[in-house]
């Protein structure tokens, strides 16, 4: 895809901070730390447009990437950030549900997880609320970090990873690098095909 303007327009904490226009929206959505604003980065050729933040559980709203208004990257808080207290995970968890369970713009959301390790009980949580919320598409799982992993280490955690996760066949695992393309093209691929 070629892009020409890519920026964030909105970071919202309720729905009537949305954007209003009904562009088309893919959602990212995953673990504190698990690398969606690093992904977001990678996938629109920008260094810093998404905040990447060396400590987890930075992103505390949902952010609007306005992709040439054409289409728009949505940046979901990520979950499972122990440090936070009860009420705050308890807001975010109904701030990420009522985005993804009532956005009539939302086409897809990716399920981002981290390739070096086992998907964790939140990860399979997640999994599952999405196919609960969208029970009539395939489920679309992005493996981050993939470049920290051995040659030898990244058939057997792909394999773990959609063991645990119990994907089908209808299902697809993207394996992802922001050191090199690995995913990329198959990202905006997915986008493409969704929006045609």
Do not use: C
Request: charged share 25%; no cysteine; glycine share 4%.
């Amino acid at each position: 895809m070629n892009i020409h303007n890519a920026q964030i327009t909105v970071s919202a904490v309720k729905p009537t901070q949305y954007p209003k226009t009904g562009v088309p929206e893919f959602a990212f959505v995953g673990r504190s730390n698990v690398g969606k604003s690093s992904l977001i980065n990678k996938i629109l050729n920008r260094k810093s447009l998404a905040r990447v933040s060396a400590s987890p559980g930075k992103t505390i709203t949902i952010n609007f990437y306005d992709i040439d208004e054409t289409i728009f990257l949505v940046d979901l808080p990520g979950y499972g950030y122990a440090k936070r207290s009860q009420d705050e995970v308890r807001s975010w968890g109904d701030m990420i549900e009522s985005y993804l369970s009532a956005r009539p713009q939302l086409k897809q959301i990716f399920l981002l997880v981290d390739s070096r390790h086992a998907p964790t009980k939140d990860d399979i949580m997640m999994l599952e609320w999405i196919r609960t919320v969208r029970p009539d598409e395939p489920v679309v799982v992005i493996a981050t970090k993939l470049d920290k992993l051995k040659t030898s280490e990244i058939e057997p955690n792909l394999n773990l990873i959609y063991e645990k996760l119990e994907l089908n066949e209808d299902d697809i695992l993207v394996p992802f690098s922001t050191k090199d393309d690995e995913g990329k093209a198959t990202v905006w691929d997915m986008i493409n095909m969704l929006l045609a």
